[in-house]
C-alpha cells in the first residue's frame, strides 16, 4: 500500500524550529502534489502547505505564511516542511499527503499516518 511516511515531530519551546519530513517513495513521487494538514485535539483537520509536482509553486495557510516553508526533493521522494518561530497554536499532528491534481483542501489520494508537533509556552 502506498503510504507516505512522515518523520521529525517532537516538543519545541515557543519561538523554536522544527523540520518535518515526509518519505514517499513507493509513489511516482514527482507524478504528485505534496501538501501539509494538521489537526489539533477537538479540531477539524486543515490545510497547512502545499508543494506542486516540480516544487516551483508553493501555496500555505495564512496562519504560518512567513513562518513555514514547504520544499521537495523528487529524487529522494521526499517533501519536506520547516517550522521556524514556532507558536503553541502550531501544536497538532501533522500530515502528509499527497494528490494527482493540485489543491489546498482535502481530499488528498494518499496520506501518512501523522507526527506529533507540540510547542510549548
Known amino acids: 500500500q502506498v503510504q507516505p511516511v512522515e518523520s521529525g515531530g517532537g516538543l519545541v519551546q515557543a519561538g523554536g524550529s522544527l523540520r518535518l519530513s515526509c518519505a514517499a517513495s513507493?509513489?511516482?513521487?514527482?507524478?504528485?502534489?505534496m501538501g501539509w494538514f494538521r489537526q489539533a485535539p477537538g479540531k477539524e483537520r486543515e490545510f497547512v502547505a502545499a508543494i506542486s509536482w516540480s516544487g516551483g509553486s508553493t501555496y500555505y495557510a495564512d496562519s504560518v505564511k512567513g513562518r513555514f516553508t514547504i520544499s521537495r526533493d523528487n529524487a529522494e521522494g521526499t517533501v519536506y516542511l520547516q517550522m521556524n518561530t514556532l507558536k503553541p497554536e502550531d501544536t497538532a499532528v501533522y500530515y502528509c499527503a499527497a494528490n494527482r491534481r493540485l489543491r489546498t483542501t482535502m481530499p488528498y489520494d494518499y496520506w501518512g499516518q501523522g507526527t506529533q508537533v507540540t510547542v510549548s509556552s
Open positions: 513507493a509513489l511516482s513521487f514527482s507524478s504528485y502534489v
